[in-house]
């Protein structure tokens, strides 16, 4: 069954996200990605690089156990300066949509003071319904 967004008019319409998303089916718990390349670095100092790297993290262990991005329907999303996160928007966005294309799960964002690693400024965890 597919995800279906839940906005209920009492709220402020949402942009970017869902208030909620209901559907029925095996839940995968994505643990906390972070911008690393496959030896375990950070790909790059710079903030949009290690989104795009941390989100294609996140849709790499969905594709693993058989889902599809559109299968994703809860993101938390910790950065630690929400100011930059802010400054990139646009290009976020692009990232975003080259990978999720209009999927909006329900999200939050945090900042954070810092990140397991020390280079790392933004992860992201995830929870998908197969």
Known sequence: MPLTPVNPPSLT???GYNHGMKGAGELLFVAGQVGWALEGRVV???????????LENVIDVVWAAGGKPTDIARMVVYVTDKSEYAARAREIGEIWRARMGRHYPAMVLVEVKSLLDDEAKVEIEATALL
């Open 13 to 15: 319409a949402p942009r």
């Open 44 to 54: 790059s100092s710079d903030f949009a690089s290690q989104f795009q790297r941390a």
